[in-house]
């Protein structure tokens, strides 16, 4: 399996990434790609990547929570970090108007410089969408020409979204929201409308615990190795085994981020 989204350099993580790691592998997660949201956990996503060069790669991006950051000098780091070869996508990036933590007008800046700068490396954005979807969907209408595709990350709304999503040619990334009994039942009827070639799965751990998940673990906080939480619950919302689905996901992903792998021995 291949969890398309997981915080890893998150501070959650710092006493035992190394395990997190080996138990993801121990459960079937064998490729990560690791969050890059801000300048600084995007360069901690690269090193962490140089690191690990067989198991993850990551993104380069800032976070719309962020966008007020992404002055001139900002996005020339952001530029040189983007186009190092451990970078598979640029974000996690978009507008999100939910919390407006930047002001929406500051937000569409940074989202154009970035929706650019995907244009220019020809890598996929690592997208990011909450209350926002008119704006975010006519900036990405602009940009789609010149873009190498995408996925919709840790996508939580409804069919008629997701539908405008793949008429742009995108991938739709499903997290542990399906799981939720409360807010996520309606993702089993959207997850039915995806083509089996545009499905990606995530976990946005530390983020997102699936609600089913037995026995909760005490610290709440999700791992990689509960991507198959979410594997399960998507293959039986589509009739498809999870062996059948696991192999269409990870094929996606790998094309998507043209990920290659690199026979280089993992460091402990």
């Known amino acids: 399996m291949f969890d398309i989204g997981i915080n890893l350099a998150h501070d959650s993580f710092d006493h035992d990434r190394s395990e997190v790691i080996q138990r993801a592998a121990a459960a079937g997660v064998t490729r990560l790609l690791v969050t890059g949201s801000s300048l600084q956990s995007t360069r901690d996503a690269i090193e962490l990547v140089r690191r690990d060069p067989v198991r993850l790669r990551c993104t380069a991006g800032v976070h719309p929570h962020h966008a007020v950051t ?59 969408q909450r209350d926002a979807h008119d704006d975010f969907l006519a900036l990405l209408r602009e940009y789609r020409p010149r873009l190498s595709g995408g996925v919709a990350h840790c996508f939580t709304a409804g069919l008629e979204e997701a539908q405008a999503y793949l008429d742009l040619g995108l991938h739709i990334g499903i997290t542990g929201w399906i799981c939720d009994e409360r807010r996520g039942m309606h993702l089993r009827d959207v997850v039915r409308h995806i083509p089996d070639e545009r499905l990606l799965i995530e976990t946005d751990a530390p983020y997102l615990l699936p609600r089913d998940l037995q026995p909760r673990p005490k610290s709440r906080r999700n791992e990689p190795c509960y991507l198959p939480q979410v594997l399960a619950a998507v293959a039986s919302a589509r009739a498809q085994s999870a062996e059948e689905l696991a192999s269409i996901t990870t094929r996606n992903a790998l094309r998507l981020f043209e990920w290659v792998d690199r026979p280089t021995e993992v460091e402990e």
């Open 70 to 128: 992404l002055d001139d000098d900002a996005f020339a780091q952001l530029e040189s970090l983007a186009a190092a070869p451990e970078v598979a996508a640029v974000g996690e990036c978009g507008l999100d108007y939910y919390r407006n933590f930047s002001p929406p007008a500051a937000q569409i800046e940074a989202f154009r410089r970035q929706l650019d700068l995907a244009a220019r490396l020809g890598k996929p954005l690592f997208l990011h």
